[in-house]
């Protein structure tokens, strides 16, 4: 048996190994996932994060007669059949929330430099909301509330809309007011792309230290000219973006391409994955992903009728598989912790700043929920404390194998149900974390 990841603490000090009883029949925990590989099998463990390979041989016995694996006993891969596993993954959770260092400092902030957008998107959730620019005043207050309360430490801004190069002065702004106080700071974006040009990215680059962009492609050229229905009359938007995306390659700045996928584009995006193939031979810096539209958020009831929703995990599925045949998929990396928050929103540590200098947790909520403003260094703690609030939990919780890290919060609109696809979509995630780590572990050795 090979121990690819060890046990994260702080479960590793808390309960140690496990010790076999006489006479007991053991079973692999339900958070125990197994995916084969040439060399054997391996396992992970969800909640533990320890990855182990088995050989051939070993996998017969752990199939076969696992109260004989002692070893995997003690590292609680297998536990009595009478245990319960989700009373135990709480416990720790719990314990990991109350060990973690407290500190008062914010360091990412998601900011709304506008509410205003280039684009009309059909499934915008920002949609009917006012159209607001924040101005130069909030900006520099909202450079001063960052000084004021990152205590010295280095900061993540997420520039965020809207679309927020729609009012690309009051980043500059921002940014200035920050290097002149000595404050370390990083950049990312949310945007459309459609903005950027030679002087905004050099910029970016050069003043706001820009890394990382999120863009969204909704399909090839003809679907995504109609489903972005830019404000601009005789421009071919889908060629300024995918040139905008080279010229940030060039530009050594990273772009995430997150494809939204419905019923009104399903079929197109496999077209769209081939294209972009197409376009970046050498794929570095770019990494593609792929979410199914919500109707929470969005008004697409196609994910409640339970045809229309395995259609489209099936497409997600395969444009997937594609992606990774193309070295366009975003790898899914190992989590090397106990998660005990999912996201910003429950999260001391991160704020949303609105356009309008209110303060927010969660960049959904853009009407209501704020916690305070940043003319003052109170927050609304009830408000606060209700963005951690979990959702209740459902009878398949007990025994899936994504429980540990599945944490969705009450106020979260966009993930409400569960369904079967998105459990197996979770699962198939869990398979090719469990890959990728396995290869990289493997490429590390075979380079020493």
Known sequence: MQIIYNTV?????????????????????????????????????????ALILLTPEETDVYKTHPDEMSELIGLWFLVPQSHDDRLLCRQIRDVARMLEKK???????????????????????????????????????????????????????????????????????????????????????????????????????????????????????KIYNRSKAYIYKGINAYKRVINNIHKLQDANVEVQIRLNIDMHNAENLMELAKQLHQEFPNPKGITVYIRPLFEDTTGNKAIHDSEKRAYIFKKMKDIRHQLSEYGLARPVKMERRILTKI?????????????????????????????????NDEFDNAIVESFKERREEIDACATCPAYPDCLVLKLCDGYKHCYQESQMEKIRNLHRMMIWAYNNKKHQQNEL
Not at 346 to 351: A, H, K, R
């Open 9 to 49: 603490k702080p479960f590793d000090q808390l309960l140690k190994k496990q010790k076999a009883k006489e006479g007991e029949t053991y079973r692999p925990m339900y958070y125990v996932v197994e995916q084969p590989v040439d060399e054997g099998l391996l396992l992970y463990h969800t909640m533990t994060k």
């Open 103 to 221: 500190s008062d400092a914010i360091t990412s902030y998601t900011i709304f430099t506008t509410t205003d957008c280039n684009a009309r998107c059909f499934y915008c959730y920002e949609m009917g909301r006012p159209r607001v620019p924040m101005s130069k005043e909030t900006a520099e207050c909202t450079a001063d509330y960052i000084i004021k309360h990152c205590y010295g430490e280095k900061v993540r801004l997420n520039w965020f809309g809207g679309e927020p190069l729609f009012n690309k002065a009051v980043i500059s702004l921002i940014c200035q007011r920050l290097r002149k106080a000595d404050i370390d700071y990083r950049s990312t974006m949310a945007t459309n792309g459609y903005l950027f040009d030679d002087d905004t990215i050099k910029e970016a680059k050069d003043e706001w230290n820009l890394k990382w962009v999120q863009i969204t492609l909704d399909g090839t050229e």
């Open 343 to 375: 996201c910003q929103a429950d999260n001391d540590q991160c704020v949303v700043i609105m356009s309008t200098g209110n303060i927010g947790k969660c960049e959904h909520y853009t009407e209501e929920y704020f916690i305070g403003h940043i003319d």
